[in-house]
């Protein structure tokens, strides 16, 4: 599953949980890495609702990829990018 950063038929504005079969709104953003697959910096990124939040940590924390979790409100997408900027 490959995010798009611009899907104009869907309502971009209101992140929804990424937990499988999940469409609550999301409040939590966690940043996540696997080493095998991404560079040390790499952050990729599940949104997580309340109910969520726990097992997707536990999901990336036992294989070691878990890095943050951060809630929605003071996640800030545009500050991550800063060293890759084009
Ligand atoms: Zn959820």
Excluded: Q, Y
């Excluded at 990424?18 to 040390?40: D, Q």
């Amino acid at each position: 599953m490959i995010p798009s950063p611009t899907s104009p038929s869907e309502g971009p504005e209101t992140p929804i949980c990424s937990a499988k079969g999940c469409r609550a709104a999301a409040v939590w953003v966690l940043a996540w890495n696997n080493p095998k697959l991404h560079t040390p910096d790499r952050r990729k990124t599940w949104l997580a609702c309340e109910e969520h939040r726990e097992h997707l940590a536990t999901f990336l924390g036992v294989r070691g990829f878990l890095k943050d979790t951060v809630p929605l409100a003071e996640w800030e997408p545009a500050g991550t990018g800063e060293e890759h900027r084009r």
